[in-house]
């Protein structure tokens, strides 16, 4: 149980476009999603806090308007890096809280690669 | 934003051996969590301390909660090939999960041959 997928797995894109990321648990409802940036050999950042059918909360440093989360279901959120850059270019990862809201479920992460 | 910090930064060692790594915060934690990372995947999680002092094994993993909780230690008994990845301490403010996690610089572990 507690299954995190995420789609794509990879994804390479020209600058300047927009790319989306989908973040689904499997076999369980999440109503708290987070959304993770991990650069090479670095560590995991928190970029924001998704909650079900609420605006995101975004932590200092990362801009709302470019990544654009969206979680309209209980399991699903998505992340849309809108207007890509080569520096956008990273590993993101999604993670769900548990039902019993004790701990979080990683996905495999999406690798972003923008030309 | 915080980071935690973890020592080592990496290890070599030979397949059978003991491995032990640390974390340590400026700031108390009442949650402590530890992850492994394969490349190219997401972090697994290990273990779960939730309590000062507390001590918890999962097979041939023990961890630690340090009881000034600002530190924590993971060690591996006998490791195994697939013991190879990177380990990431994680710390909570709170026993919440919809909390957010602190994560560790991270331990890569290699076994040599």
């Known amino acids: 149980g507690a299954v995190v997928s995420q789609h794509p797995s990879r994804v390479i894109c020209k600058s300047g476009t927009s790319v989306k990321i989908e973040c689904r648990s499997l076999?369980?409802?999440?109503?708290?999603m987070f959304w993770y940036r991990q650069f090479p050999k670095q560590s995991l950042m928190l970029m924001a806090t998704s909650n079900e059918g609420s605006k995101a909360t975004y932590e200092q440093g990362v801009e709302k308007d470019k990544f654009l989360i969206n979680h309209a279901s209980l399991t699903l959120s998505t992340l849309t890096v809108t207007s890509a850059h080569p520096e956008d270019s990273s590993f993101y990862i999604c993670s769900a809280l548990s039902l019993a809201g004790d701990e979080q479920f990683f996905g495999p992460g999406t690798r972003l690669t923008v030309l | 934003g915080q980071q935690l910090n973890q020592s080592p930064q990496s290890m070599f060692i030979q397949e059978g051996e003991d491995v032990s790594m640390n974390c340590t915060s400026s700031?108390?934690?009442?949650?402590w969590l530890w992850y492994k990372q394969d490349p190219g995947e997401g972090p697994v999680l290990l273990i779960a301390?939730?309590?000062?002092?507390e001590l918890t094994s999962n097979g041939r993993l023990t961890a630690q909660f340090g009881i000034t909780r600002k530190d924590s230690f993971l060690n591996i008994s006998a490791s195994i090939p697939s013991d190879v990845g990177i380990y990431f301490c994680a710390g909570r403010g709170s026993n919440f999960g919809n909390e957010k996690l602190t994560f560790g610089t991270g331990t890569r572990l290699t076994i040599i041959p």
């Open positions: 301390l939730y309590k000062a002092g």
């Open positions: 076999d369980f409802q999440a109503t708290t």
């Open positions: 700031s108390i934690f009442n949650t």
